[in-house]
């Protein structure tokens, strides 16, 4: 497993925890983002190409059960939840708002890294690209997910955040074909107060920048009757 590519959000505000899964996880090869609340937990999630989160429930400012729902709106990055609670219902809600897995506190860090281990590769397959920059066409069109920049040609493109938003859903789930719905969740949010027409128009606008051919594309494939998929 190559975690060296691998960006994990740890979030617990005993700054002990934070600093022995820190280390735990930087030994193994993880670069990882320490935060000690929610806000700042967001703040990382929002600039930063993470790969698994692990999320402490009790935070000062968030709860973890909100952090998981802000994360699980944008990413089905696999989320790993530390509980002190013993109560059950907890650790259920927990799971019912899409963590993969949850680990009791206290626990041993051999436990804990077999946790990591098992979720990514169980949620490998389905996740981020590992491959941070991307090029089709021959260099025609180069993704650069770490840096956020689309270049066609070697010229970089200015895309805005919603287009880039669309783009990267596409491209990180080749092959699947996104309804609008699926790409208004996946890269606006739920909470997006737009009509689904609206994905259209930006679908055009990255054409317009991304095809050499808009009219006749390449890269960003209409499947009629069904939504949008990546055809690099």
């Known amino acids: 497993m190559h975690n060296n590519c691998r960006h994990v959000l740890v979030v617990d505000d005993e700054p002990k925890i934070l600093e022995v899964v820190c280390m735990l996880l930087e030994s193994k090869g993880f670069k990882t983002f320490p ?16 790969s698994l989160v692990i999320l402490d429930l009790m935070l000062p400012d968030i709860s973890g059960e909100e952090i998981c729902t802000a994360i699980r709106k944008k990413s089905r990055v696999p989320v790993i939840m530390l509980t002190a609670r013993v109560e059950e219902e907890d650790v259920v809600s927990g799971l019912g708002l899409g963590a993969d897995d949850y680990i009791m506190k206290p626990f041993g860090l051999k436990e804990l890294y077999a946790r990591v281990e098992a979720v990514l590769r169980r949620t490998e397959s389905d996740l981020v690209p590992l491959v941070k920059r991307n090029s089709w066409g021959d260099g025609d069109l ?8 689309v270049i066609k040609k070697g010229f970089s493109l200015t895309l805005t955040p919603s287009e880039l938003k669309i783009l ?10 996104f309804t609008r719905e699926e790409l208004i969740e996946a890269a606006l949010g739920r909470d997006f107060g737009g009509y689904d027409r609206a994905i259209d128009s930006h679908i055009k606008n990255i054409r317009k920048k991304i095809e050499d051919d808009p009219k006749n594309p390449a890269y960003v494939l209409t499947i009629p009757g069904l939504g949008y998929k990546f055809g690099g």
Do not use: H, Q, R
């Open 142 to 149: 180069v993704v650069d997910f770490e840096k956020n920049e």
């Open 168 to 177: 990267s859903a596409l491209i990180k789930y080749p092959g699947k074909v």
């Open 35 to 50: 935060a000690e609340n929610g806000k700042k937990a967001l703040e990382i999630f929002d600039t930063e190409n993470i």
